[in-house]
């Protein structure tokens, strides 16, 4: 039985599946709830008072459509709010919008994992892809070799989760204590923003240890974790 076909693979992962579902659930019903909670400012305005007070006034901010699709672009300097973000004067999006203010001063300021991070991601995105097809290839056509390089590739990938994992909640560190010092948000009211980011932060730990899990088995998978049976 192919590899991608194996149960063992998903009985392998499950911890982290589970994880994922449970932390996506959390984030949507995190983010649901702070919504209704008004906050001084937008969500756009939130993250402009953070960068500017810290002297980032160069990074732009603009609206992008989607939902909880917001991220801080390096290359070109520019933070994209959703559009439940960009303009709602929630808690909810003050907390997201000042956690990827909180990338953008990372980057500004030359914070050393940002600066790895944003050096592998390109590693990641081969590891991940590619890595995946020569392993693929590597089993149907028993060369170990070329197996062994998509493993070696998807360590990429491994990498990339295991500092993003840090970089993360670094962001989000930031985030808390810029709302409160700045007086966006009261101390009082920051448990709803805690959440939001909280609940986030579980999907990065989900996503890496999906990503160690499943190197692990294909790792497994080649010195003899599975069957000969398993392979044919």
Same mark, same amino acid.
């Given at each position: 039985?192919?590899?991608?076909?194996?149960? /063992?693979?998903?009985?392998?992962?499950?911890?982290? !599946? $589970?994880?994922?579902?449970?932390?996506? *659930?959390?984030?949507? #019903?995190?983010?649901? +709830?702070?919504?209704?909670?008004?906050?001084?400012?937008? /969500?756009?305005?939130?993250?402009?008072?953070?960068?500017?007070? =810290?002297? =980032?006034?160069?990074?732009?901010?603009?609206?992008?459509?989607?939902?909880?699709?917001?991220?801080?672009?390096?290359?070109?300097?520019? $933070?994209?709010?959703?559009?439940?973000?960009?303009?709602?004067?929630?808690?909810?999006?003050?907390?997201?919008? +000042?956690?990827?203010?909180?990338?953008?001063?990372?980057?500004?300021?030359?914070?050393?994992?940002?600066?790895?991070?944003?050096?592998?991601?390109?590693?990641?995105? $081969?590891?991940?892809?590619?890595?995946?097809?020569?392993?693929?290839?590597?089993?149907?056509?028993?060369?170990?070799?070329?197996? *062994?390089?998509?493993?070696?590739?998807?360590? /990429?990938?491994?990498?990339?989760? !295991?500092?993003?994992?840090?970089?993360?909640?670094?962001?989000?560190?930031?985030?808390?204590? %810029?709302?409160? #010092?700045?007086?966006?948000?009261? %101390?009082?009211?920051?448990?709803?923003?805690?959440?939001?980011?909280?609940?986030?932060?579980?999907?990065?730990?989900?996503?890496?240890?999906? #990503?160690?899990?499943?190197?692990?088995?294909?790792?497994?998978?080649?010195?003899?974790? #599975?069957?000969?049976?398993?392979?044919?």
């Amino acid at each position: 039985m192919p590899i991608f076909f194996d149960p /063992g693979y998903f009985l392998a992962v499950a911890p982290a !599946l $589970l994880l994922a579902m449970w932390a996506q *659930w959390r984030v949507h #019903s995190a983010f649901a +709830a702070a919504s209704h909670e008004p906050a001084p400012l937008t /969500g756009a305005a939130a993250a402009r008072h953070i960068l500017d007070s =810290a002297g =980032a006034t160069d990074i732009e901010i603009e609206p992008i459509p989607g939902k909880l699709n917001d991220h801080y672009d390096p290359q070109h300097k520019v $933070l994209r709010l959703s559009e439940a973000v960009y303009g709602s004067r929630s808690l909810a999006a003050v907390g997201i919008a +000042a956690h990827e203010a909180g990338h953008a001063l990372q980057d500004a300021q030359s914070f050393a994992l940002m600066t790895v991070r944003n050096a592998a991601v390109n590693l990641a995105n $081969l590891g991940s892809g590619f890595g995946i097809t020569m392993f693929a290839i590597g089993l149907m056509m028993q060369f170990p070799a070329v197996a *062994w390089a998509g493993i070696a590739l998807f360590a /990429g990938t491994v990498f990339f989760q !295991l500092v993003n994992l840090p970089v993360e909640i670094d962001a989000s560190n930031r985030a808390k204590a %810029q709302l409160v #010092s700045l007086g966006i948000v009261p %101390q009082n009211e920051m448990p709803s923003v805690n959440n939001v980011l909280n609940a986030a932060a579980w999907t990065y730990v989900a996503a890496t240890l999906q #990503s160690v899990l499943t190197l692990l088995y294909y790792a497994s998978y080649l010195t003899g974790g #599975s069957s000969d049976s398993d392979r044919s």
